[in-house]
């Protein structure tokens, strides 16, 4: 018999709720003793776990099923980090897994709790089918628990490859990443991130004379900069599509609801230089849209000035830049360099990201995605994603594992929005859908 999904429904409750009581706020993190209870869930069910405590009270936990070895491992990821929280804003206390509303509320939730818990629930539904129905698994199927994602990265992911590569080298990943979303209700696209942006901190500097502040100066720096800035927001860099971009809004134009937004994916998707120009016009309009067609700017930082009468010598801006894959920093700001258009200007790279190739996207573990998803709601598209934000997924591809994101529990864009922001919560009948969904792909590409 297959399982009881609405025993495993109350049951992944219950640990979801058992994971947002620990307060794994990073920084400082602590997320050993959430490590420990992995590790016993684990355990008592009879998987193979390790616990790693790779800094004082900082965890890392490796599980695996064993497969007869024909083919290489899977891998499901998640971090036990959350971000802080501002309780005064929060209409629950942040850290008690309330249910409310047929919602489950608390930081972690969504990022990353609850692929946590989907994750440890399709390790124990698995253990469970191979004793009680005799399943065997072509592949061994690994489960990594991580801290330290939400800052550093110094004692998650990263420390495991430096330290135990063996335990975690597959030949897939599923990580965190992508969206299933709601749209008017109807749960309309699963996105799967199968390349992602590369980030760069770069700073911004403005020169001028320096002076009383009671007689202002033409060329002032203050100015200088903000022209530079204006130059930068009016002058996008160009459109350069991916082979991932392309298919995800072709595949994302056949179930779009809005005419004239579909018609644009549709341009954008093409071959035809002029319907792409078209399109990405239109598409500029939708901000989440519009970053995954080019490399983006934004400005998040300012920093200047000694006194309000005194005109500075000096001011700067920190830019926050995502290239899409293959795209060169150094090109970008050269070609920034052009937009702004002074000398007086310059550019320094703070912080210099790692390209990170693109997964296939006809690979066993992404049609894994695909049948599993259709078995569960047939009308569901799913698309390829590139991802603009960041995460483990860029390091394990450069490290040659395949590996792909998802956020597998159905939301409306407010509550995605709620990720790292107050009130966050998950949908109870989406932690159901993303529990199974999560089970079915793993059975599918580890499963005999």
């Known amino acids: 018999m297959p399982p009881d999904w609405n025993s495993v429904r109350h049951e992944t409750i219950e640990h979801l709720q058992a994971l947002i009581r620990f307060n794994t706020t990073n920084p400082p993190g602590n997320e050993l003793s959430l490590a420990r209870?992995?590790?016993?869930?684990?355990?008592?069910?009879?998987?193979?776990?390790?616990l790693f405590e790779p800094a004082p009270r900082r965890g890392a936990v490796i599980a695996r099923l064993r497969g007869d070895g024909s083919e290489r491992p899977v891998l499901m990821m998640a971090h036990m980090d959350v971000v802080g929280v501002e309780p005064e804003h929060w209409s629950v206390e942040p850290f008690a897994g309330e249910i409310r509303d047929g919602f489950l509320y608390g930081r972690g939730a969504i990022d990353d709790k609850g692929m946590l818990a989907a994750n440890l629930m399709t390790m124990l539904l698995l253990a469970r089918e191979i004793v009680a129905r005799h399943v065997q698994l072509r592949r061994d199927v690994i489960f990594a628990a991580?801290?330290?994602?939400?800052?550093?990265?110094?004692?998650?992911?990263?420390?495991?490859?430096?330290?135990?590569?063996?335990?975690?080298?597959?030949?897939?990943?599923?990580?965190?990443?992508g969206r299933t979303r709601i749209l008017d209700g109807k749960p309309l696209y699963l996105a799967v991130q199968s390349a992602e942006k590369i980030a760069h901190v770069v700073r911004l500097t403005a020169h001028g004379p320096g002076g009383h502040a009671s007689v202002p100066l033409e060329d002032n720096a203050v100015v200088r900069l903000a022209r530079a800035i204006a130059a930068i927001q009016s002058n996008p860099l160009p459109v350069r599509?991916?082979?991932?971009?392309?298919?995800?809004?072709?595949?994302?134009?056949?179930?779009?609801?809005?005419?004239?937004?579909?018609?644009?994916?549709?341009?954008?998707a093409s071959d035809n230089s002029a319907r792409i120009d078209r399109a990405a016009r239109a598409l500029r309009q939708i901000p989440l849209l519009d970053a995954v067609l080019r490399t983006t700017v934004s400005p998040t930082m300012l920093d200047g000035g000694v006194a309000p009468n005194v005109i500075p010598t000096k001011v700067s801006a920190t830019l926050n830049i995502r290239t899409l894959p293959g795209d060169s920093i150094d090109d970008v700001i050269r070609t920034l360099g052009r937009s702004v258009g002074d000398p007086l200007v310059?550019?320094?790279?703070?912080e210099r990201g790692e390209d990170s190739p693109s997964c296939e996207l006809s690979s066993p573990l992404f049609r894994a995605i695909a049948d599993a998803t259709h078995g569960l709601d047939p009308a569901l598209a799913v698309v390829p994603f590139l991802g603009t934000g960041a995460t483990d997924s860029a390091r394990m591809r450069r490290w040659g594992v395949q590996t792909y994101g998802v956020l597998p529990f159905p939301m409306e864009e407010s509550d995605e929005e709620r990720m790292h922001g107050n009130d966050e919560r998950i949908p109870l009948d989406s932690l159901a859908f993303g529990t199974r969904l999560i089970y079915e792909t793993i059975l599918r590409v580890a499963g005999t």
């Open 37 to 50: 209870y992995l590790t016993d869930v684990l355990t008592a069910a009879g998987i193979d776990c390790q």
């Open 146 to 177: 991580t801290s330290d994602e939400e800052v550093a990265d110094e004692w998650g992911m990263g420390w495991l490859i430096d330290n135990h590569p063996d335990l975690v080298r597959a030949e897939f990943a599923l990580n965190e990443g």
């Open 241 to 268: 599509l991916l082979p991932t971009t392309r298919a995800f809004f072709r595949e994302l134009s056949r179930v779009w609801p809005v005419a004239a937004e579909r018609e644009a994916m549709e341009d954008v």
């Open 346 to 350: 310059d550019f320094t790279i703070i």
